[in-house]
């Protein structure tokens, strides 16, 4: 059984897709210990804590410098064997790149190698599809090295755009159609290779 930690910065509806997927058996050979935000108050960590889970707000503004040590160090004291990324929007550099190298996973909302990379998050990489003109996006589960987007990519999911799409309603149908349902299964695969 492998000890995950999840790391969110906001409202957390991949790590409730988690948490659900823990309590459904999609996700049997890990269980998550904890949840760490980079930003206090957000609703993540209401999750978390509705669920039982242990939470912690490490943030990359306090920490400055320390933020990457401070991360491993939570990591190690309990044991995380797999790190995985839901929603988190801070760059991870440095120690915790190296000591966890092949077991943080993040979940982007594009096909990578679209609408990736530096400055593509959350909205932005739906009105970047929308602006392109793409008709098929989607949402990919890859592992994290020092290249932003970059790492090896372990599942991914896609999705139609509408004509009438907006970021919103893209940002949402990509959820629930492919992040959703993605994320939980990456984890599960990665879990179960030892
Ligand atoms: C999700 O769409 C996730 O894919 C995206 O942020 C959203 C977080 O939502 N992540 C990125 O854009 C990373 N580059 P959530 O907090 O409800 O899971």
Redesign the pocket.
């Known amino acids: 059984m492998k000890n995950i930690a999840v790391l969110?910065?906001?409202?957390?509806?991949?790590?409730q897709a988690l948490i659900d997927a823990q309590n459904s058996g999609i996700i049997k050979s890990g269980r998550i210990r904890a949840v760490v935000s980079n930003k206090a108050g957000v609703y993540?960590l209401e999750r978390a804590q509705k669920a039982g889970i242990e939470t912690a707000v490490i943030s990359k503004r306090e920490e400055g410098e320390n933020f990457s040590h401070a991360l491993t160090e939570f990591m190690k004291a309990r044991n995380i064997d797999l790190i995985v990324?839901?929603?988190?929007?801070a760059i991870l550099d440095g120690e915790l790149l190296r000591e966890y190298k092949n077991r943080i996973i993040?979940?982007?909302?594009s096909l990578i190698p679209s609408f990736?990379g530096d400055g593509?998050?959350?909205l932005r990489?739906h009105q970047a599809a929308l602006d392109y003109g793409v008709k098929v996006t989607g949402?990919t589960v890859h592992f994290v090295n020092e290249v932003v987007?970059g790492g090896k990519i372990i599942m991914q999911k896609a999705v139609y755009i509408d004509p009438d799409d907006t970021a919103e309603t893209l940002?949402r149908r990509?959820?629930e159609e492919a992040?959703w349902i993605i994320l939980p299964r990456a984890v599960e695969l990665v879990c179960s290779r030892g």
């Open positions: 969110v910065s906001g409202g957390g509806t991949n790590l993540a990324l839901a929603g988190f929007l993040n979940i982007h909302p990736c593509f998050y959350g990489v949402a987007d940002q990509v959820m992040e």
